[in-house]
């Protein structure tokens, strides 16, 4: 008498077609649930807020190369959506594009990061290594450099500037005065050309500070 193997004698189950509809599903689900995630990533970077490393001395010493940043986006998003200027507060840190540095022996075209001093309507002075703003609300001048706080660690400002700011201009300087490219050099700067706000720093953890 033969005996065949127990397998043999096991009923066959068919395949269940829902099963493969499940795992077809759950296979789509997971692909959506990751180009969502990239998405809402992309407009985080585009529209809120990124990230950034110093590179170079020119903020120092409130901040240094290889700081890393974070920038606030929102407002100069708003500006683009409703065709209103951003316009920032003076003494504000700002990331900012800008081009037509090959002329003093840089890349191009960079992103930077500098501090507001000049605002519009303002007529921006640098004479004698002192930055004096004149305006409506101070015609006889005021130095932002010895009242906004911001200025306790500045240094002498060289060069001699006499220009009086348009309607959506900005004069942007670094920190660290003789060693910053800024619009002492290249001159002001449009406010289309704001990137973001410095809000945190982020790294060497122990100099996080919210700006």
């Keep these: 008498m033969n005996l065949l193997e127990p397998s043999l004698l ?3 189950i068919p395949e269940d077609p829902n099963n493969r509809h499940s795992g077809f599903r759950e296979f789509i689900s997971t692909i959506f649930i990751l180009i969502t995630a990239l998405g809402v990533a992309l407009f985080i ?5 990124r990230s950034y490393q110093v590179d170079g001395p020119s903020m120092e010493s409130t901040l240094q190369n290889g700081d890393k ?3 606030w986006k929102v ?4 500006s683009r959506i409703t065709g209103h200027a ?3 507060n003076r003494g504000d840190i700002m990331v900012f594009n ?3 540095l090959s002329a003093f022996g840089q890349q191009d075209s960079k992103q930077l990061i500098k501090r507001v001093i000049g605002v519009p309507g303002d007529r921006v002075v640098v004479d004698n290594n002192v930055v004096t703003i004149y305006n409506t ?6 130095e932002p450099d010895k009242t ?3 200025g306790k660690n500045i240094p002498a400002t060289t060069g001699n500037i006499n220009i009086k700011l348009g309607s959506q201009q900005l004069f942007m300087e670094g920190d660290n005065r003789p060693d910053s490219l800024d619009s002492r050099s290249f001159g002001p700067i449009n406010s289309n050309q704001i990137i973001g706000k410095l809000v945190l720093r982020v790294f060497p953890v122990g100099k996080i500070q919210v700006f």
């Design 98 to 100: 800008e081009s037509g």
């Design 75 to 78: 407002p100069r998003t708003w």
């Design 10 to 12: 096991e009923p066959k």
């Design 86 to 88: 951003y316009i920032p």
């Design 45 to 49: 970077i585009a529209f809120v807020f």
């Design 148 to 150: 906004l706080p911001y």
């Design 137 to 142: 609300a101070h015609p006889k001048g005021f």
């Design 69 to 71: 940043l974070i920038i």
